[in-house]
């Protein structure tokens, strides 16, 4: 069974300092990984996804995530840290090879950028 | 291009009543699915939907159910509401069944059973 893990229910970060929010994940086969965000009473917003090629995926607001296969991991990163980053960040993953599977999310971390 | 649109927004029922919450996916979509979200069980997979017939299906008992409809909108219904069910619906949509496919978040159905 495929799972999600996003080890930090919390991150703090200054403005201006960068920030990473970890997941790692579990799957048979290739995994399609993706990031969502949300804000505080709204849905989720999608930030970026790896399918395949690069490992190194650019999305929204100046995001960007790193696909690592041999760690299983999809770290979020951005350089610098506002404070309207401030939400709570999802990792989610469903297998390349199977669609009868659907996506499964990370518990979230919420992320704090202090002024 | 529309959102996804989810409606009602927010509701309160009393245990025992069903609710019916609504969902019109982005235009062209077709797989419409459905997740519960909740501060101690985070976001929990409902069903899908694509082309009016149900593709997968979560952990959920048998009071949950829903269904699609020719032009793409989906419905669910929770029969004999308990408190537990207190939740955000959230609903998404993507373009067709491939598992590449972003799925879109509507901004969500507030139901709380009291």
């Known amino acids: 069974a495929q799972s999600v893990a996003q080890p930090e229910d919390q991150v703090n970060v200054a403005e201006g300092n960068p920030l990473t929010v970890k997941c790692t994940y579990s799957v048979s086969g290739n995994p399609y990984l993706f990031w969502y965000v949300q804000y505080p009473n709204r849905g989720l917003q999608f930030l970026l996804k790896y399918i395949t090629g690069d490992n190194l995926v650019k999305g929204s607001y100046g995001f960007e995530a790193e696909f690592n296969k041999s760690q299983t991991s999809f770290h979020l990163k951005k350089p610098s840290a506002l404070v309207s980053d401030s939400a709570l960040y999802f990792c989610a993953v469903r297998p390349a090879d199977n669609y009868g599977q659907n996506f499964v999310f990370g518990p979230g971390t919420r992320l704090s950028v202090l002024p | 291009k529309a959102g996804v649109t989810q409606t009602p927004r927010y509701l309160i029922k009393t245990r025992g009543q069903q609710v019916t919450l609504s969902c019109s996916p982005i235009?062209?979509?077709?797989?419409v699915s459905w997740y519960q979200q909740t501060p101690g069980q985070g976001l929990q997979f409902l069903f899908e939907?694509?082309?009016?017939?149900?593709?997968n299906k979560g952990n959920f008992p048998g009071r949950f159910s829903g269904r699609q409809f020719s032009n793409s909108r989906s419905e669910m219904n929770v029969s004999t509401l308990e408190l537990g069910d207190s939740a955000l619906y959230l609903c998404?949509?993507?373009?067709?069944?491939?598992?590449?496919?972003?799925?879109?978040f509507g901004e969500g159905s507030w139901l709380t059973v009291v």
């Open positions: 235009s062209g979509h077709r797989s």
């Open positions: 998404a949509s993507s373009l067709a069944g491939v598992s590449g496919n972003t799925i879109y």
């Open positions: 939907y694509f082309s009016e017939t149900q593709r």
